[in-house]
């Protein structure tokens, strides 16, 4: 039915499921899942204090789409992870717009209209430009582009219409070179014997066998700083692969893993460009993932070949569908 988005009170479509509510809006570019424990927190919230946090929140719902969810679930929990995250830079608010651009195939005579004659297209764009920048305000979308003109990056042209320049096509390249043209794909593991059988005969055929090319940050030769290289690679990636699999320990009745943290790190950075990231981890350790990065949709998996049939899916479902 149609409705009202919860967070930005604009039009959206809205469907009740279970205890939870679905809403669908061009101000979020698309769904998000709201539970009724969030539902209630957020009625109790001020103003100020909804107005501070809608802006994250929906940061954080975009970047969850680019992961593949079409619709994340926001609940107490994540909304506590939010509420500790800061605003984005200007920097991010800029690599994040190509990054918009790449998603939506932009080309040569694209244009980015926001305002003039009020319509379904600018209406439209206006509200994903701001969900992807992070805009707080209705202004904050106009001034921000107006930015990119002082930056040479776009020139505006007649009926309110915006044209990227020679530099604004050299960053929108750079923001491609890690989505949609690249080939790559980055996967971030637990580097242990173990898991050599894991990568040859599950992640890797698996993303082969989707048109892709695996990529382990161990295999390759060079003499950079390791973080340095491991940076540069995600970016030349067309998605990440994590896999949270880690030793777990008994000890007088009691588990416990050994969480691998490079491997949330390298998440948390695929996340921050907005690349789509699958998750995966062994059942043994699915009860050890991480409590803000367990809502995401894990493959759980048992042996390898039951993790390459499932990414192999996974992969035509959300990355090639």
Excluded at 238 to 259: L, Y
Aim: proline share 3%.
């Amino acid at each position: 039915m149609d409705s009202e988005c919860l967070l930005w009170g604009e039009h959206a479509s809205v469907q009740v499921d279970g205890d939870s509510t679905i809403f669908q809006s061009m101000r979020t570019d698309g769904s998000y899942r709201a539970t009724g424990t969030f539902l209630t927190i957020w009625s109790q919230l001020s103003l100020p204090e909804q107005a501070e946090l809608r802006p994250k929140i929906t940061t954080w719902i975009v970047d969850q789409h680019r992961s593949g969810i079409v619709a994340p679930t926001i609940n107490s929990n994540i909304l506590d992870m939010i509420r500790q995250k800061r605003y984005l830079r200007h920097s991010e608010r800029m690599e994040r717009f190509f990054l918009m651009l790449a998603y939506q195939d932009f080309g040569i005579s694209g244009s980015i209209k926001i305002a003039g004659v009020v319509d379904e297209e600018s209406k439209s764009t206006k509200a994903r430009l701001e969900a992807w920048i992070e805009a707080r305000t209705d202004k904050d979308a106009g001034a921000f582009l107006f930015m990119l003109c002082e930056a040479n990056l776009l020139v505006g042209r007649g009926n309110h219409r915006y044209f990227l320049t020679p530099g604004g096509y050299d960053r929108l390249e750079q923001a491609e070179l890690g989505s949609s043209s690249s080939r790559q794909v980055f996967v971030a593991m637990w580097f242990d014997p173990q898991m050599d059988v894991v990568y040859s005969e599950g992640i890797a055929p698996a993303i082969e066998a989707a048109g892709f090319k695996p990529f382990r940050i161990d295999h390759k030769e060079h003499n950079n700083k390791f973080d340095d290289e491991i940076i540069a690679e995600i970016r030349r990636s067309r998605f990440v692969v994590a896999d949270f699999t880690c030793r777990v320990r008994e000890v007088d009745g009691v588990s416990s893993a050994d969480a691998r943290g490079g491997v949330y790190y390298e998440a948390g950075f695929a996340q921050g460009l907005g690349l789509p990231l699958i998750w995966t981890v062994r059942n043994d350790c699915i009860s050890h993932v991480h409590f803000d990065t367990r809502q995401f949709a894990h493959i759980v998996w048992n042996d390898p070949g039951d993790l390459k049939l499932k990414l192999q899916n996974r992969i035509l479902a959300s990355i090639l569908s």
